[in-house]
């Protein structure tokens, strides 16, 4: 045990260590392009095409990642103060905010300086997404491309009203029915054909098919680590904490998906956990865990650290995330693009990724009560924020529907990913004190009726 | 047996009579209309904003009815949504969960996120079926029309499924016909709005259309080819009232009331209020494939608003064509509380006005609201700042914005 905890801290810390380089590196690459006064393709983390853009030599903007990086930076006010004054709503979603502010500022941000877009790619998996892109066509007149990726039609719960269980519920959604698939793929296929005219057109680059296929081969390597990373987190102590953790991993993911590094990234990590596993080593070292947990939503991140702190301090651990599903672009799924039908297959590819993500955020409990089988744990985090409806507003329901199906406690906090003025700590505190507190007891109870059984 | 009239109006009732009729039934929050058409054994549509092709339901003999919200104490809503939620979706909910709203087909759009996920919700907690009817946000790819085309067909297929029979081409070229009289109609009282603004005040006006979305579309025209001659001939002289627009009301619904505070000072000459049954501009040909003939309408023939991406009408353009057009002198640019599209999108019309020195009046609003002392003292400054601060000559004139805000 001691030499595997030996080699274990061999490669502890490799994967954030080796994380902020890449990031560092790329903001870098934008910082130097947006100096050379170049511009860039913008696109976003659900219904990603990055794939498609890096075949013309884009310099590539993530703006979620940029926004959500001015409150990890701990200056995401000063942002969503200056979008404010120029009518911004309070209560509109944080990341537009911030990044119309680095827009004004003209592309100042903490990590470097971001190129202004000279292409947006979107799809409809969030329709913020939609009013975001619009305001850089306005400040820019840039091209926007609006890809339309319809998600399932009807909506089948897997718990219904007076708690019918629904056991079709796969066959009905759009993933379960052949022919709807089919003809809404080749629907999204149609438009990733006009948009590699559009592209050609923008970049001066023409098309080549092999450096696409290519481009997919290293997201298929990518999303093959990423699963077995998802999947290590069964192991208990889970080798790392999947809102923490898994986010910054999720942030590399999107950022270098399609690319050598990304891949590789991910296959080193892999080897790090695996190493973490075979050593009995958990996030907060060897120490185990005494809360195995699962997180829906989006993370604190005006606080993040101190946010995570607030449960590991009680030993809990975020054995997955919701987060690490729908955000990873897809990525999650059993699902790797065929390299034979490249355009065919990243269509279907786009489509499966906005669909579960958009399922998911509709019905969070249909993933949920798999993962808390499937990752064995006790408790669910739900973390509602006031800037994301996408994400928020199925969760008050999906909490009850929970609670009827499993034995699990659940905790309901609402805060916000980017607003500090949302954000109490100390309210923060008290509320995830107290359910601490309640799953220790629950875990004293159910210990006290083992013993008197046996 | 379905009723053939589902408007309890009086035989001979006069114009006024008729619209305090109307402005009642639409703020019922018990549906009475609605309630009359399932007790005669009708099946019901159930369609969310902004905009639904209701000829679909309509010629398959359903009631197609427009599910806006409204003005009820929320207590079994509540406790499904979030805090940071609009209140017409909460309120949507609530009328269903009480059974005052009760639905066969219940459809709503991916016109925001809260909208979209609002299916999940319904179809958890109520035994109707549920569906959304994603329309194309990318209106400019050439495989949007066969795309909506065949949505079309799909709902057609599940409303014939609760209508339990097919639907014929003729049925549906019928029922587009009462459709484009309907809003050849609803065009008519816009013109008498724009062109004759005291001879209805914009309550009386909303009301007017309102009511079609809860009673059979050839009701509703005989009912407007009854008034609107009546509206013409009505003794009321034109004021020296500011002429507005009023935009923002594309989804959540402000309450009647506050049209009324409006009306007192100014004469809201057009507006995107329930703009979904307007949608469509122009005729729907009723010959050719009606599906097809539809969609068409839907994308190529039709109005805007912040919850239809289209390259080819940037909202605020087409702000400035409706101010132009109506001949406007300011607008009052709202939002409802907690909507993100409305929100958004009140920004880049504050922004436009701007630039282009259109006065404009900047709010906020939300369909439960009953207090509007604050909003009259706000508007009446505005107004008097515009007419009476405004320079004649337009090179000369300084910015003019209100900031309403919470009212
Ligand atoms: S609404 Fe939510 S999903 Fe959409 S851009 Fe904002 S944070 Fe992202
Ligand atoms: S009012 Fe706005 S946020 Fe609410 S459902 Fe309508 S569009 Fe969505």
Known sequence: MTELKAAASGVHGRGADEGRRLFQEWFADLTSAAERGEKAAYVFVMGSLVELLRCFDFNIVFPEINSLQTAVRKVSDDYLNLAEDHGFSPDVCGYVKADYAVQLRNGDHPMGRIPPPGLSVLTNACSTYVKWAEIWGRMYQDPVFTMDVPGSRVPVPLIGPNGAHTEVADAVRTIGDSARFEADRTYVEGQI?????????????????????EVLRLTNQM??????????????????????EGTIYLGVANALRGTEEGARYFEDLVEE????????????GSGGESHRLVFVGVPCYPIFRRFYELFSEWGGTFATSTY???????????????LDRPIESLAEGVLRGVIEATDSLMFPDRALLQAIDDYDVEGVVYHPVKSCRTVSTGLAASRRVVLEARDVAALYIESDMMDKRVVSEAQLKNRIDAFFEGLQSRKLRKNRSAAAES | MKPDRLLDLPAHSDLEESLKICRQVVQDVEFPTVRKWREGGGKVVGHFQVYFPEELAHAAGLLPVKVRGGAVERREADSH????????????????????LVIDLFVTHAICDAARNLAGIWARNLPQPARILYFP??????????????????????????????VTDQELRRSMAVFNRNRQLLAELYAIKRDEPWLIAADEAYALVAIGGLIQRDEHNELLERLLPQIRMREAHAQDKMRVVFEGGFCEQPPLDLLQAISEFCYVVDDDLLIGLRWIIDDVPLEGPPLRNLADAYLNNSSYSPVQHDLRKPKEEMLLERIRGSDA????????????????????????LEQKGIPYFETEFEEKMTSFTHLQIQLETFVENVLFAWPSDEDARPLLVTKGGQW
Not at chain 1, 275 to 280: D, E, L, S
Request: some cysteine; charged content about 25%; hydrophobic content about 40%.
């Open chain 1, 193 to 213: 054909r006009e948009l590699i005219g559009v592209c050609e057109q923008v970049s001066g680059v023409s098309f080549d098919i092999d450096r696409c296929r």
């Open chain 1, 223 to 244: 999303g093959r680590a990423w699963r077995a990373l998802l999947e290590l987190n069964r192991n208990s102590p889970a080798p790392f904490d999947a809102m923490l």
């Open chain 1, 273 to 284: 956990m695996e190493a973490r596993v075979a050593a009995g080593m958990g996030p907060h």
């Open chain 1, 324 to 338: 690490t599903w729908f955000a990873s672009g897809g990525l999650n799924l059993d699902f790797e693009y065929d």
């Open chain 2, 81 to 100: 949504f979030g805090s940071y939620i609009c209140s017409i979706l909460q309120s949507s909910l609530e009328l269903a969960l009480t059974e005052r």
């Open chain 2, 137 to 166: 946000q990318n209106p400019n790819s050439s495989h949007a029309l066969d795309y909506l085309e065949g949505e079309y067909r799909a709902v057609l297929e599940e409303i014939e499924e609760i209508a339990g029979r097919r």
């Open chain 2, 329 to 352: 002198e300011a607008a009052i640019i709202s939002a409802a509380k907690m909507c993100e599209p409305g929100l958004d999108e009140q920004v880049a019309y504050s922004q436009e």
